[in-house]
């Protein structure tokens, strides 16, 4: 009943966004000026209830520091709608996949993803250092870059907001025994969660037509205009064994060619990226032609340089992306 199935990934996407930023944290120990060991923090998701309660229930595993503290643990907390950068929900965005159809996206829907990042150590020294780590990389908000639509490439800065911190240290039993030093930090990722991309072929043809009167159902139509596409350069190499036979200048109209009758008047062809029009074909193997057509620049052209001719089948192969020209055509009614 909601619609088209969808799942592009976007929150699992970020949650793995977020945790990438802290996993190269390390910890340093030092002992006159020379470090002795170093060592990376190690880095989960789940809640920090988590860990320790498996320090409560195995105080053994204290013992090797190295391997259960200090650690990082973060989880996703929340997911709230932002009206603060809602767009309007019309509109719609184009884009090629790797098929090369046009898929419509429609505007994403804005939601911030909340997310908790808690620091767990022996030692306040510990905790200390890698907070330091963290805290000057968000003044307040990092940018990370997300590809969120896979079929498209579709690519958005993400903000990473960090809102703020809390510090505390716990103690079993009595302040003599062992003590655990957490720093929790909030932080808010402003995300967008985009819906299902639909699938259509470029528009290739459209077709105005005028008619009088006011009742446009039963109007005679007067006037028709119809445009279409226009390829303006080569687009499907069609031009193998047709080759300048002679050198042609930058400035010269006349050009020598194997084979002249294949071609048309009116026709367009390229060579070497300067695309020209024909304007006769005084014998079987030359034509005059029109130089620098289509904003392309006039260039000299050596013996044998292929000859291209632009033709519809160069028009069937344009897509969004390319520079083309229009085919108008008017029609009048009696």
Known sequence: MLGAYTYNKVIRKCVIAFGTLFNNIEVRKEVGGSTYQKMKVPLAYGPKQKFLARLEQQPDLNKKVAITL???SFELTGITY?????????????????AGAVRKIYTPVPYNLEFSLSILSKTNDEALEITEQI?????????VTIKIIDEVDEYRDIPIVLNNLSYADEYEGNFDQRKLTTIDMSFT???????????????KKAKVDYKTGTDVANSPRRVSYTVEPKALRDKDSDGTGLTLTAQVSAKS?????????????????EINNEVMKIKTKPDGTSITVLRGQNATDQNAHASGSVIDVITAADT??????DDFGFNEMTSFYG
Not at 189 to 199: A, D, E, L, N, R
């Open 189 to 203: 990722v402003k995300s967008y969660i985009f819906g299902p991309t639909q699938t259509g072929k470029p528009i």
């Open 135 to 143: 805290l000057p990389i968000f003044q307040p908000s990092y940018n």
């Open 82 to 98: 932002d009206s603060t950068r809602k767009l309007s929900p019309i509109t719609i965005d184009k884009k090629k996949d790797a």
């Open 253 to 269: 109209a006349t050009l020598q060619v194997t084979d002249s009758t294949v071609f048309s008047i009116g026709d367009y062809i």
């Open 316 to 321: 069937a192969l344009l897509d969004s992306d």
């Open 70 to 72: 200090p650690r990082l």
